[in-house]
Each structure stands twice: as structure tokens, then as C-alpha cells.
């Protein structure tokens, strides 16, 4: 049984063997790189380390896991509407970590345009997720119920994409270990700014999952976002911008203007 087992395998593509949940984590998520600036903007703007971490959109809560590993101290609630990529990361991220980190995570499946019961220190929104949603009424919303779900002193963090390409039909290609990216958007409107969005992997076999994502989302700009942030009750809004160093790495610097490219990124943090 074991050799037809295996045999079996060796037949596939490395797309059929492939893990889509995986994939994305390796090549979207940077749940270290998010945690490392979000513990230092509120260190340096509330003077104290924040303890208690709310993942909207959190899928398979990499991050959420991630926050409640860096210390016994800190817990984490995620919240994502899909069942079975919870499920998935309750089996692949937190299960793994043990019962001690286990129990200082909550994964709710849920709406985020409801309120929670759950408040946080940080309540952070990443990889541009609350993209997802298309009207402003929805946009003010979840904001309004995440300025609810902040303890007295809490954070709200979002990042943003933007530039000439984003607002445009575009395809970029990234290598990762043993695999290709593929992020695509297309028929962008620019009457709303919807495009239809999709992720794919590719193998070196020729093999893909395509896509192995797809979502229609709404290219919100910077200001819109800032007038439903003020909107919804947020009262200061800090952007930054993020620049290469010397060595190539990422670092965000605090600005008021900054010439537009061909794609920009920022975290936005706001606070009531």
C-alpha cells in the first residue's frame, strides 16, 4: 500500500501536491516584520508594549499566532469569515505551538462589519484585506467597529498600496524558494476603482494552481481612507511610507508628502 501510495504521488504535478494556505504564507505574509513595527510605533507613542493583538481578516491567524509566541504575556484574537481556512490555521500555526500558546489565541469565524466583544490593544487589518470591501458605507463601518474594539490608549493598523500601477491592469512576478508568485489584477474600473484579483503559484515542473486566489476588491485611495477613518471617529492618523536601506531591507519613515511612484506602500496608524 505504502509503494502504490507513493507512487501515486510521484505522478502529480507539484501543483497538485502543493498546499495553497502554505504558498500564501511564504510568499505574502510577514508577521515579524508587521509585529516588530507595530511594538515599536506603540512603545514610542504610548510608552508601554501592547499586549493584547486583534487580527481582522486574519485567515489562517499566522500572525495572530506569531504575536502570541514573542511572550507569555501577549494574546491574540483573529477574526475571518472562512471556516475552513481557520480550521487550517488551527492546525498548521497554533496547534503546533502547544497548549501554552493555544489558549491565548481566539479565532472567531465572524463578520468584521459586526461588532466584537473583544477588545485589543492593536487591532491591525494587513495585506491590504479590508480592501474586500467595495462601498464607503462598509468602509466606515469596520472602522467604527474597530475604533470600539480598542482599549483606552489602542491602535488601529492598517497598511495601503498605491501608485500609477495600482490603478491600472497590472502582473507581477515574484521567485520565492521553489516557486513562483504570480499576484494579476485586472479590469480595473476607473469608475470605482474595482479590479478583478487573483494569486497563482507556479512550479518548476510547468505545473500552476491558477488561481489559487481570486477576489474582487476596490483600490481605496489615501484620502478616502482618511476621510472614513475621520469619519468613523478616529481623531489622528500617522502614514509610513516605506523605503529601502542600504541593504535593500524595508524601513518606514513618518511623512506628510511624498512624491507618487509606479507602487507605494505605508502602514497607516490611527488613534481615537
Not at 507595530?38 to 507613542?45: D, F, H, N, Q
Not at 475552513?84 to 469565524?109: K, S
Request: aromatic residues 12%; proline residues 5%.
Amino acid at each position: 500500500m505504502a509503494q502504490r501510495s507513493t507512487a501515486k504521488i510521484s505522478r502529480m504535478t507539484l501543483a497538485e501536491q502543493a498546499d495553497r494556505h502554505a504558498l500564501y504564507q511564504e510568499a505574502v505574509n510577514a508577521p515579524d516584520d508587521n509585529i516588530d513595527f507595530i511594538r515599536k510605533t506603540y512603545r514610542g507613542m504610548r510608552g508601554r508594549e501592547p499586549r493584547v493583538l486583534k487580527e481582522d481578516f486574519c485567515g489562517t491567524a499566522l500572525m495572530a499566532t506569531t504575536w502570541a509566541k514573542r511572550s507569555p504575556l501577549n494574546r491574540a484574537i483573529g477574526v475571518d469569515f472562512d471556516a475552513d481556512t481557520l480550521e487550517w490555521g488551527r492546525r498548521n500555526n497554533l496547534t503546533p505551538c502547544g497548549p501554552a500558546v493555544a489558549r491565548r489565541v481566539t479565532l472567531i469565524q465572524g463578520d468584521v462589519l459586526e461588532d466584537s466583544p473583544q477588545p485589543a490593544d492593536i487591532v491591525a487589518a494587513l495585506n491590504f484585506s479590508y480592501y474586500l470591501l467595495t462601498t464607503r458605507r462598509q468602509l466606515v463601518t469596520y472602522f467604527s467597529n474597530a475604533l470600539r474594539s480598542l482599549r483606552p490608549g489602542g491602535l488601529f493598523v492598517l497598511d495601503c498600496i498605491g501608485g500609477t500601477e495600482a490603478v491600472a491592469d497590472f502582473e507581477e512576478e515574484r521567485g520565492c524558494d521553489d516557486f513562483t508568485y504570480i499576484w494579476a489584477q485586472r479590469g480595473f474600473n476607473p469608475l470605482d476603482h474595482s479590479s478583478q484579483c487573483s494569486i497563482s503559484f507556479a512550479f518548476p515542473d510547468g505545473s500552476r494552481l491558477d488561481p489559487a486566489f481570486a477576489y474582487r476588491w476596490r483600490m481605496w485611495t489615501m484620502p478616502e481612507i482618511r476621510d472614513c477613518l475621520d469619519e468613523a471617529g478616529f481623531n489622528n492618523v500617522r502614514i509610513f511610507w516605506e523605503y529601502a536601506d542600504e541593504r535593500g531591507d524595508a524601513e518606514y519613515v513618518e511623512i506628510a508628502r511624498e512624491q507618487n511612484q509606479e507602487i507605494w506602500l505605508t502602514y497607516l496608524v490611527a488613534s481615537p
